[in-house]
């Protein structure tokens, strides 16, 4: 990459970051609230983006590795609430399962129905954080492993990935002694560490978020740029090339495809903390192409684009349908834009923004020639000598 | 006599009782420039997938040197030494020429080895010499989508190289390429022979001319003939399959 771009590249990584620590200083707690839940939305697209820009893999069911991030925090969570503590018992027991037990059952998690063993160890908090990351990632790796050792791609994989969400939301609603069913997982304790309490409506809770969210950025960015980021967007463009180059292909893109996963789960499990409930609507499959939108919109190809792309449309989204006017026409306005953009600007905001960058920087002379063997002998523009 | 390369001993496939490829028996030797000759059907292409791993073969071995590589998975036999360019160049189009020879550098190729940046600086002299061989030092930064098409195959052509193969698989290396083009994949692939062993198919016959030591001529998936150019030329079984009456234009 040219050296001015990267540059450009590293200032709008750190504007983005100054933006966004700066929120708190213009904001009040409810707004900070619903930011916390965009960023959130926009560590979702750093996901897309990674699998679907950088892998060329199109997962319809991203929800399912963002739903079980969040069921495996609110678990932890719901276990912390004042109403599973005060339920008669030593350990604490969530209240559904009071609400539906079979008269006589022992008021514990080990009996009081079949499948409640299963929270035992989610009384320990950092048991329920590390598995909202190692879940996600398990199922990733043995869906991966089977999908792309099979070399399914392309549309195959949106249809699986599509169906396996649905599937997995439709046993969540149906374990309802396990998982409350469709009513989720709500009156939730708060995330404490270290004794300090993440109230959802306080700025440590966004700047919690707002962390996470750069340190999954950086992470990602850095990650792409590796050798292992260089042979995957090799992968997208021709896999048969790396594979006769001696990669094993299957093996990198389960790699990132599980990475893809740990950042959903991890999403997921923020989203928990700031929002207070879980539930399968998560895995809707609306909400998975929703997540497919934002990060066509700001650019799938660009990790901070996607990002900034779910940031910007939820907060437009929020402003419009709360603006009088705007009531009935806003879903229209939306979907308007999202049809302008994919029309005339199919590499997205961010796509559009480099365009830009490279006209700007072509014009100060600073680019580098990356159009060709024909714009070889052009000379620069002359500059002025002043 | 040279070290065998390049072993295949009775190969052959069945794609439900058609034999594409049956009973092909050929050595490479080691830094041998061997041309494969054919009519369109002949088990051309064939014959390389069943080396490369692309096609699994029903019947024979194939051997790299002592290595038992028949039917490996495409990686593996890649790892041991065997590159392949295909018919159609195929190269990535959205990655820069460097990175296309960045991608075929990333020797060590567990995953968790490639996670870091950059390339040590035997790798990066590497690149550069490789650069210059295909004449596409000036377009490093170029996307590979916006090469002419002589620039892509070598481009593909490049990748296998900075590999180091012990065997070369070319599929027309000059499939739709000018004159001037053409002559000049004939210097790049005369610059390979010797350092390498390679096995070209090709249907340019000024170019074989100007490569080839070593014909073996494949007719209906067998084995038709075996010799130098001028033995190629006169021997009547080719030149009633293959060459028609005229011999070799």
Redo the contacts between chains.
């Keep these: 990459m040219n050296r001015s771009k990267l540059a450009l590249d590293l200032a709008t990584y750190l504007v983005f970051f100054a933006v966004i620590l700066a929120l708190p200083l213009f904001y009040d707690e409810f707004w900070l609230n619903r930011f916390a839940k965009y960023l959130v939305y926009g560590m979702l697209a750093v996901g897309i983006s990674l699998s679907w820009g950088y892998a060329g893999v199109l997962n319809l069911g991203q929800g399912l590795f963002f739903g079980i991030g969040a069921y495996m925090m609110a678990m932890s969570l719901k276990l912390a609430s004042a109403t599973s503590l005060q339920q008669g018992a030593d350990t604490p027991v969530p209240d559904f399962m009071l609400w539906n037990a079979e008269p006589g059952a022992k008021t514990d998690l080990c009996c009081i129905n079949q499948g409640s063993f299963l929270w035992i160890p989610f009384q320990d908090q950092w048991f329920g954080i590390a598995m909202s990351i190692a879940m996600p990632v398990l199922v990733a790796g043995i869906l991966g492993a089977i999908v792309f050792r099979q070399r399914i791609s392309g549309v195959f994989v949106a249809i699986i990935t599509l169906a396996l969400v649905l599937l997995v939301r439709l046993l969540v609603i149906d374990a309802q002694p396990v998982t409350n069913g469709f009513n989720g997982l709500t009156d939730l304790g708060w995330f404490t560490i270290l004794g300090f309490e993440f109230d959802p409506y306080v700025v440590e809770t966004y700047y919690l978020v707002a962390g996470a969210l750069i340190l999954t950025l950086t992470g990602t960015r850095l990650l792409v740029e590796t050798r292992a980021g260089l042979i995957l967007q090799a992968i997208r463009d021709d896999q048969n090339r790396v594979r006769y180059l001696g990669h094993a292909v299957a093996r990198y893109q389960v790699f990132f495809f599980c990475v893809s996963a740990a950042i959903a789960g991890f999403a997921g499990m923020l989203y928990t903390i700031a929002a207070e409930f879980t539930s399968p609507t998560f895995m809707d499959l609306a909400f998975s192409i929703t997540m497919v939108v934002w990060a066509a919109v700001g650019g799938r190809a660009s990790l901070i684009g996607a990002c900034i792309g779910a940031i910007l449309i939820n907060t437009i989204e929020a402003e419009m349908s709360e603006t009088e006017e705007l009531v009935e026409a806003w879903k229209a306005i939306i979907g308007f834009i999202f049809v302008m953009v994919v029309l005339f600007l199919p590499r997205g905001l961010a796509g559009f923004a480099h365009d830009m960058t490279d006209l700007a920087l072509r014009s100060l002379g600073l680019a580098e020639r990356e159009t060709g063997t024909a714009a070889r002998d052009v000379p620069l523009p002359a500059r002025e000598e002043a | 006599m040279a070290q065998a390369a390049l072993t295949i001993d009775a190969l052959g496939v069945s794609f439900g009782g058609f034999k594409a490829v049956d009973e092909v028996t050929m050595i490479v030797e080691e830094g041998e420039l061997r041309v494969l000759l054919g009519a369109n059907g002949a088990g051309k292409t064939t014959l390389m997938d069943l080396i490369?791993g692309k096609t699994k073969s029903t019947a024979g071995r194939v051997h790299l040197y002592d290595h038992d590589i028949t039917n490996l998975e495409?990686?593996?036999i890649?790892?041991q030494g065997v590159?392949?360019k295909?018919q159609i160049p195929?190269?990535?189009?959205?990655?820069?020429v460097q990175?296309?020879f960045?991608?075929?550098s990333?020797q060590n190729?567990?995953?968790?080895a490639?996670?870091?940046?950059?390339?040590g600086a035997a790798r990066r002299s590497r690149i550069e010499e490789v650069l210059e061989l295909t004449g596409l030092a000036?377009?490093r930064?170029?996307?590979a989508s916006?090469?002419?098409h002589g620039?892509t195959q070598w481009l593909?052509l490049g990748?296998?190289v900075i590999?180091d193969p012990k065997v070369l698989l070319l599929d027309e290396p000059t499939a739709g390429m000018t004159q001037a083009e053409t002559h000049k994949t004939a210097e790049i692939i005369n610059s390979l022979a010797g350092r390498h062993s390679l096995l070209v198919v090709e249907h340019d016959m000024a170019f074989v001319r100007q490569i080839a030591s070593h014909i073996t001529v494949m007719h209906l998936g067998r084995l038709l003939a075996e010799g130098t150019i001028e033995e190629i030329e006169s021997n009547p079984e080719v030149r009633s399959a293959y060459l028609g009456s005229q011999g070799i234009a």
């Design positions: 490369s495409e990686h593996r890649a790892r590159g392949r295909f195929s190269v990535f189009r959205d990655l820069s990175e296309n960045e991608v075929a990333c190729r567990s995953v968790f490639n996670i870091g940046f950059g390339f000036d377009d930064h170029v996307n916006s090469l002419s620039q593909e990748m296998l590999q």
